[in-house]
């Protein structure tokens, strides 16, 4: 049309790309905040070379999912964030970034997207000029629109068409954000009708039924090969080539550098600094492919083209050791939930169990000299655990010390209510120096007469607790909720109802199952008392983990079940009551016995990690 002008804002708003690379971008405009950056400045990609592909992943026309599977300390996040400011400056289109949960999204907002666009000038120019517009949860800028949202929140995932979903943390999402679909099902929607759509999902892993290795599986499977100094063969980085001399303590490794890297083509040793130089020459390399020895992919991708994924582990950070990766190691190796972060947040790989039938003879091994009814010196915190049956029930109770270490002292089938409550309030346990100890939390199974359960734990709500069965969708392991409609209905009286725990069973089943299968003699050890008894080794016998596979979706599922020849596993549920009791009071997370203590005295299941009150 003759004569028609375009306003600086028409032509800002459908100016094309520049033809840069995200990793390009970022080198020439990306700052890092000194307040949350450990190397604050500009940005430079040749620190972390392994991250540029997976950026320009982001640009690539063939790319519509980027899936990023890998450890702390490697700069997977940030990887993320030069990707929202690309979008921004070269490549505007509205987009939502979903954290775990709504108060998660809050802070990254805060903390980290608000200094990146305010600390670089070609972000900061596409600021409003109206604070109105930027707002914890929606920033409003004049090309782009980018929302945050918390996976718990389905309102929030299912109301907005998106271009661009960044997913963080996966893995710590909720099975179900509310009543509605799984968060990333959900999110995944709001890209439908953008034919140019962009999916990153990244997170540390933790079983093989989280998000993030799932979605790795899905897609095509890269792994970062570097070359050998010595004899140039590439190869990824693996845990199980870091050598370090035998016997040495984890200090003394750290202290004196002790630890290197073994090629497992020439066999020779990979210095730190080797490692920093080789890191330069690497290369992305999916399944079913190998490199050349002139450093080219070669060979057919098996999985699909349109979905990258990237595997990486705590071996290629820039900012860790070989010593201070084998020290964490060994300072890990004997504690399983210690050893588990070490393999999800170090090494990247997915947490599985290794459960097998339990064996009587196996069990005898964890016996010790001490008598039933007596608290040993290590004792700590005294728990319990009831399975109710129609006219008796089955009690355990345990003693805990530091590490998770506990002791069985009483194993016992009771006939009555009336004994039960002498049992679990009225007797105590003596230590070898006379000091009597009390059963400081109780958890009764409420699958079976659920009101005379409830009945009876209305007696003492600050020692006795109904629990029922629950399944592995569940937010938390343990998820509390009110019985009483007063205390739903006046918050002044909240505090004064009786709550039912719905409590994960495959998951304390599991952890039960990894401490009867540690070693007696390790820290965090679990014992039994002299001459427990051939009914309660039965029992214990009793169930076993088995895989399956849904016939109607091919999910692997794993489950717990009776044992082929075995009927009765009550002894089996009344320990498993008995470390959830544990867990609510975290009798074991200190590592002294006046820690255990204090921390027990002071705080109850609310303080744990591993749990969720409902109202």
């Not at 999402?173 to 099902?185: H, L, N, V, W």
């Amino acid at each position: 049309m003759s004569g028609f002008v375009w306003s600086d804002a028409e032509r800002e708003a459908y100016r094309l790309p520049d033809e840069i690379t995200v990793a390009d971008w970022a080198d020439a405009n990306r700052v890092l905040d000194p307040r949350t950056s450990a190397e604050p400045g500009q940005w430079r990609t040749a620190r972390t070379p392994y991250l540029r592909e997976i950026m320009d992943a982001f640009v690539d026309p063939l790319v519509e999912e980027i899936t990023l599977m890998a450890s702390t300390q490697c700069g997977k996040t940030e990887s993320m964030y030069c990707m929202v400011g690309y979008a921004i400056d070269q490549d505007p289109g509205p987009g939502l970034l979903v954290m775990p949960r709504e108060p998660d999204a809050r802070t990254v907002s805060q903390n980290r997207l608000m200094p990146m666009l305010q600390l670089s000038p070609a972000l900061a120019s596409h600021l409003p000029n109206k604070g109105d517009d930027l707002t914890a949860m929606e920033f409003r800028m004049d090309r782009m629109i980018l929302y945050l949202a918390g996976s718990n929140s389905p309102a929030a995932l299912a109301s907005k068409p998106v271009r661009y979903l960044w997913l963080d943390e996966v893995d710590k999402y909720p099975p179900f954000s509310g009543r509605e679909a799984d968060p990333i099902k959900l999110a995944r929607e709001r890209t439908r009708t953008f034919w140019n759509r962009k999916i990153v999902k990244v997170s540390t892993p933790t079983t093989r039924a989280g998000y993030i290795f799932r979605e790795y599986e899905a897609s095509d499977q890269r792994r970062y090969f570097i070359p050998c100094p010595h004899c140039g063969q590439y190869q990824p980085l693996v845990f199980g080539q870091v050598r370090w001399p035998e016997g040495a303590a984890a200090a003394e490794i750290v202290e004196d550098r002790l630890a290197w890297y073994e090629c497992r083509q020439c066999q020779a040793k990979i210095t730190d600094m080797e490692k920093l130089r080789a890191l330069s020459f690497g290369v992305w390399v999916p399944d079913g492919c190998c490199v050349g020895s002139d450093g080219a992919v070669e060979g057919k991708v098996k999985g699909p083209i349109r979905h990258r994924g990237y595997w990486l582990s705590a071996l290629y950070s820039p900012w860790l050791i070989w010593s201070e990766i084998a020290a964490e190691f060994l300072r890990s190796k004997d504690y399983a939930e210690l050893l588990m972060n070490f393999v999800n947040s170090w090494l990247a790989e997915v947490w599985e169990e290794k459960t097998r039938e339990l064996s009587a003879s196996a069990l005898v091994q964890h016996e010790l000299d001490y008598e039933e009814k007596t608290a040993p010196d290590g004792v700590a915190v005294i728990t319990a655990g009831v399975d109710v049956q129609l006219d008796h029930f089955y009690l355990i109770v345990r003693g805990w010390g530091a590490n998770w270490e506990s002791w069985l002292l009483r194993a016992v089938r009771i006939d009555s209510w009336e004994v039960l409550e002498d049992e679990l309030l009225q007797i105590p346990y003596l230590q070898n120096g006379g000091n009597p100890l009390n059963i400081r939390l109780t958890c009764i199974d409420s699958g079976y007469d659920s009101p005379a359960v409830y009945q009876f734990c209305r007696k003492r709500l600050d020692v006795l607790r109904p629990i029922k069965g629950g399944n592995s969708h569940q937010v938390a392991p343990i998820k509390g909720s009110y019985m009483d409609s007063v205390a739903r209905k006046r918050k002044s009286a909240v505090r004064s109802g009786l709550m039912l725990y719905t409590i994960d069973t495959s998951f304390f089943k599991d952890r039960l199952s990894r401490m009867i299968g540690a070693e007696s003699n390790v820290p965090g050890g679990w014992h039994l008392f002299r001459g427990v008894g051939n009914d309660y080794y039965r029992q214990m016998c009793s169930e076993v983990k088995v895989i399956e596979r849904n016939k109607r979706t091919g999910a692997v599922i794993e489950e717990w079940k009776l044992a082929a020849g075995h009927r009765d596993n009550h002894y089996w549920d009344a320990e498993v009551y008995c470390l959830v009791a544990a867990e609510m009071l975290r009798a074991g997370v200190a590592r002294t016995k006046v820690g255990i203590e204090t921390y027990a005295a002071r705080g109850s299941a609310e303080r744990s990690p591993h749990w969720q009150i409902g109202r």
